[in-house]
C-alpha cells in the first residue's frame, strides 16, 4: 500500500513537470530570456560557433560547490518527424570536483539517482528536470514520457563525450597597486642613461666636479626688522594723581646726586694717576692733557669702541671700494655668451694694502686665514742683507682695504708667517734671528701664545702640520733655518693657555758633492777654498701632496732633497734644480705628480717627480724670479715674478715667452706671488710695503678635464723630445692609477 501511494506520488510529479498544460511549480526551471539570433561562425571550412554559457545550469551544484560542470543535449530530428532528445552529463575534472564526480557516476549505475536534460539551442528557453531516489518506477523512463526505450536512456546517460572545446576570453586588467621599479636592465639604451647619471652624480659628488667654482659671497646691507605678527595692546588707562614735596626732600635727593659724581669722578682720576704712576713716559704729558683728551684717550681703550670704529671703517671704505670687492667676490663677472671674447690675460688692479707704517718695509710672507677667506696675514722685514730694520704683522681685511684690522710690531725682521689649519686665530710667524712665536689674533694686543728660544740663524720658512703624530690635540709646527735645520714644534693647550717648545730635529740638509742628476749646470773651476759652513740653507720645506711622511727641501746650492720622516737626518733622494738658491716649489693643483720651481739662475721649470730631467724651461731675461703660482682653476695657468714684472704662462699656447708682462704699479722689485682660492685675482707683494690685489681679466675659460689637458699640453711641447715625451705620457697614466679622483 505504501507502494503504491509512493508511486502514485511521483506519477503526479512527473506529470507536473513533463506536461505543458500542468500549473504545479516545477523543482528547478529556468526563467525564459531572450538570446541572440543563431549566428554560425566557420574558420577555414570548419564551424567555430562558440556555444553559450548560462550560469543558472550551476545552481543545482551550489550545496556541493561544483566549480564547473555542463549538461549538453543535442536534439536531433528523427524520420518519422518526431524529436528525440539526447541527454548527456559533462562534469570537468578539477580538485574542487573530483568528489562530486565519483559521487555521480555511483549514481548512474546504481540508478539510485537520474538527471534529465533538455536544452534547446535558438530557442528562447530551456528546462531542466532533477529525479530523486526513484527505485524501479518503470513508468518515469517509459517510452510514453520520454519516446525513447529505457535501454536506450541508459546507454544515452552512460555516454560520455569524447571531445570537449572550451573557448577561453580574456578579461580587462585592473592594476590595484603599481610599483615601479627603480632600476633597468643593463646594456640597454634605458640601462645606458641610468648609468650616466650615475656617473655624472659621482662626478659632481666625490670626484673632481666636487671642486667646481661655488660662490659663497657676503652683503653688507642695512638690517629691517618687518613684524611677523599683529598686536593690539590695551588701552592705557591714566588716572590723576598728585603728590607734595617740600623743600626738605628736594634738598636731600639734589644732595645725594651730587655725592655720587663726586665719588666716580675721585675713583676714575685715582685710576689715571695709578695709570701714569706705572707708565713714566706719559705720566709728564698726562698733567698737561685736558679733561676732554683724557676722556678720549680712555674711550680708545675701550674694546667695545674699538668694533664700533672697526664696522664704520668698513661701511665708509665700501662707499670707495664697491665695486672692486663685487670683482673680488666674484659678484661682477663679465658675459659668457658675448659677441666678442678675447684672451688678453690683463691684471686690473683693484686696490693696494698699505699705509705709512709700512713704507720702506720688504712683504716677505702672506697668507689667507683659512676660516676667513677675507682676511690677509702679511709679514714685513728685510729684503737686503744689510738692512736694519724691524718687524711688522698686519692683519688687512677687504672690506676695509685702507686701515689693517691688527697690527703687531716686533724689533726683529719677520720673514714668514702662516695660519694654523685647525685653529685659524693662531698665527705662526717666523724672525730673521731664529725665533719662531704663536700669535693668537683674536686680541687686538700682541698676544703671544707660544715661542722658543732665538738659535740666531733666519727661519725662511714656516708651516703647520697637522695628524703626524698620535696625540690629537698636538699641533706642530715645521720650520726651515738657514743652517740647514729642519725643526719641529709642538704646540699643546694647557689650562686654555699654549706654550712652544722645541721636540725634535728631524733634518739637517747638507751640501751636496760629486755629479747630481737634474739640471746639467755649467762646471765651476775647482777651488781649495773652505767652504763656511758644511751644511746647506734650508730655503723651504714642502709636504708632499698625498703622502703625509714625505716632503721636499730646497736649498741655496739649487738642489732639492726628497725626505722622510721615518728617517731623520737622511734624505731618500736629491737632484739639482737651479744654478743657485731655489726660491719656491709648487705641486700642481689638478696633477700631483708635476711640481714647478724657480730660482736665481733667471729660470722657472717645471718637474715630473720620478724624472731626473726637468720637463719645460721659462726664460725671458736675466733676473732672478723670485715667486710663482698655479693657477687654482685652470691647469696650464702659472704666474712669476721678476723684477718689477708680473708674467702670466700658459703652456697650452706657448712656452717660449708668456701670454702677458704686467709692470707693478709701484715699479718695485716684487717679493711674493699668491693666487686666491678662486682663481679670480692675484696677490703682489713688493720690497717697498705694497700688496697689490689684481683681477684677472680676459683670461681662457676652464676645461673640463684639467690634468687630461696639462698633460697633453706637456707632451705637445716635447715633440721634438720623444723620449721624454714617453716618460710623460707614462707618469700620466701612473697618476691616473695611484690617484682615482
Not at 259 to 275: F, G, I, K
Not at 404 to 430: A, C, H, I, M
Request: some cysteine.
Amino acid at each position: 500500500m505504501a507502494s503504491q501511494q509512493l508511486s502514485q506520488k511521483f506519477q503526479l510529479r512527473r506529470k507536473s513537470l513533463v506536461s505543458p498544460g500542468a500549473k504545479g511549480k516545477p523543482i528547478l526551471v529556468t526563467t525564459k530570456r531572450k538570446t541572440l539570433p543563431n549566428v554560425s561562425i566557420f574558420h577555414d571550412g570548419i564551424d567555430v560557433t562558440p556555444k553559450r554559457l548560462n550560469p543558472e545550469i550551476f545552481t543545482g551544484g551550489r550545496e556541493r560547490q561544483i566549480s564547473v560542470y555542463d549538461i549538453s543535449v543535442d536534439r536531433t530530428e528523427r524520420s518519422d518527424g518526431k524529436t528525440s532528445r539526447n541527454t548527456s552529463l559533462n562534469l570537468f575534472k578539477s580538485q574542487s570536483t573530483v568528489r562530486f564526480k565519483q559521487e555521480l557516476e555511483q549514481h548512474y549505475t546504481t540508478n539510485s539517482t537520474q538527471y534529465k536534460g533538455s536544452i534547446t539551442y535558438g530557442a528562447n528557453y530551456f528546462d531542466v528536470f532533477l529525479l530523486e531516489n526513484i527505485e524501479d518506477d518503470q513508468s518515469l523512463v517509459s517510452s510514453d514520457a520520454t519516446g525513447l526505450s529505457e535501454e536506450e536512456i541508459i546507454t544515452d546517460m552512460k555516454k560520455l563525450p569524447t571531445h570537449i572545446s572550451l573557448i577561453l576570453r580574456e578579461t580587462n586588467t585592473f592594476f590595484l597597486l603599481d610599483l615601479p621599479s627603480c632600476t633597468s636592465l643593463k646594456d640597454t639604451e634605458e640601462g645606458d642613461l641610468v648609468e650616466e647619471d650615475n656617473e655624472q652624480y659621482q662626478f659632481l659628488t666625490e670626484g673632481k666636479g666636487r671642486n667646481r667654482k661655488v660662490l659663497n659671497a657676503e652683503v653688507q646691507t642695512v638690517p629691517i626688522v618687518m613684524k611677523t605678527r599683529n598686536t593690539y595692546s590695551e588701552k592705557l588707562k591714566t588716572v590723576p594723581d598728585s603728590a607734595f614735596v617740600s623743600n626738605w626732600d628736594m634738598y636731600d635727593t639734589y644732595q645725594e646726586t651730587q655725592e655720587a659724581s663726586c665719588e666716580e669722578s675721585d675713583s676714575s682720576q685715582d685710576s689715571d694717576l695709578e695709570h701714569h704712576k706705572l707708565d713714566d713716559s706719559s705720566s709728564v704729558d698726562s698733567y698737561r692733557m685736558s679733561a676732554d683728551e683724557k676722556q678720549m684717550l680712555k674711550l680708545m681703550k675701550n674694546p667695545k669702541f674699538l668694533e664700533a670704529v672697526c664696522v664704520i671703517e668698513r661701511l665708509l671704505a665700501n662707499n670707495c671700494y664697491n665695486e672692486q670687492q663685487k670683482i673680488f667676490r666674484g659678484l661682477s663677472v663679465p658675459d659668457k655668451f658675448r659677441e666678442k671674447i678675447e684672451y688678453n690675460y690683463k691684471l686690473n688692479l683693484l686696490w693696494t694694502f698699505a699705509n705709512s707704517s709700512t713704507k720702506g718695509l720688504c712683504v716677505n710672507s702672506i697668507d689667507w686665514n683659512p676660516a676667513n677667506r677675507d682676511v690677509l696675514a702679511v709679514g714685513y722685514g728685510k729684503f737686503y742683507y744689510t738692512d736694519k730694520l724691524t718687524g711688522l704683522v698686519l692683519i688687512w681685511n677687504i672690506k676695509n682695504p685702507v686701515q689693517p684690522e691688527r697690527r703687531y710690531t716686533f724689533d726683529v725682521p719677520v720673514t714668514s708667517l702662516q695660519f694654523s689649519k685647525s685653529n685659524p686665530v693662531l698665527l705662526g710667524v717666523g724672525f730673521d734671528n731664529g725665533s719662531v712665536k704663536v700669535l693668537n689674533v683674536s686680541s687686538r694686543d700682541k698676544e703671544i701664545v707660544g715661542e722658543n728660544m732665538a738659535t740666531f740663524e733666519p727661519v725662511w720658512n714656516i708651516s703647520w702640520q697637522v695628524g703626524r703624530n698620535e696625540k690629537k690635540d698636538e699641533e706642530l709646527v715645521e720650520a726651515t733655518f738657514d743652517d740647514g735645520r729642519i725643526c719641529v714644534f709642538s704646540v699643546q693647550p694647557k689650562l686654555e693657555c699654549f706654550f712652544l717648545f722645541q721636540t725634535i730635529q728631524i733634518m739637517r740638509v747638507a751640501k751636496a758633492d760629486g755629479k747630481l742628476k737634474g739640471y746639467e749646470r755649467l762646471k765651476k773651476c775647482s777651488s781649495s777654498a773652505i767652504p763656511v759652513s758644511r751644511y746647506a740653507a734650508a730655503m723651504f720645506a714642502v709636504p708632499h701632496p698625498t703622502s703625509r711622511s714625505i716632503y721636499f727641501v730646497g736649498t741655496d746650492e739649487g738642489t732639492i732633497h726628497k725626505c722622510s720622516l721615518n728617517y731623520l737626518n737622511r734624505h731618500l733622494d736629491m737632484f739639482l734644480a737651479h744654478d743657485g738658491p731655489v726660491h719656491q716649489m709648487k705641486f700642481s693643483p689638478f696633477c700631483k705628480k708635476i711640481f714647478a720651481t724657480c730660482g736665481d739662475d733667471w729660470h722657472t721649470r717645471i718637474w715630473g717627480e720620478g724624472i731626473s730631467e726637468p720637463i719645460l724651461e721659462f726664460f725671458v731675461s736675466m733676473q732672478s724670479v723670485q715667486g710663482l703660482d698655479w693657477s687654482p682653476t685652470h691647469s696650464t695657468n702659472l704666474v712669476t715674478i721678476r723684477g718689477q714684472f708680473i708674467e702670466i704662462w700658459d703652456i697650452q699656447r706657448k712656452v717660449y715667452s708668456p701670454q702677458s708682462i704686467t709692470v707693478s704699479p709701484t715699479g718695485s722689485r716684487n717679493s711674493v706671488v699668491q693666487f686666491t682660492t678662486s682663481g679670480t685675482c692675484l696677490i703682489v707683494g713688493d720690497v717697498d710695503g705694497n700688496v697689490h690685489v689684481f683681477s684677472l681679466e680676459d683670461m681662457p675659460f676652464p676645461p673640463f678635464f684639467q690634468d687630461n689637458l696639462l698633460f697633453e699640453s706637456l707632451s705637445r711641447a716635447l715633440i721634438t723630445n720623444p723620449t721624454l715625451s714617453e716618460k710623460v705620457k707614462k707618469l700620466q697614466r701612473l697618476g691616473s692609477v695611484e690617484d682615482p679622483e
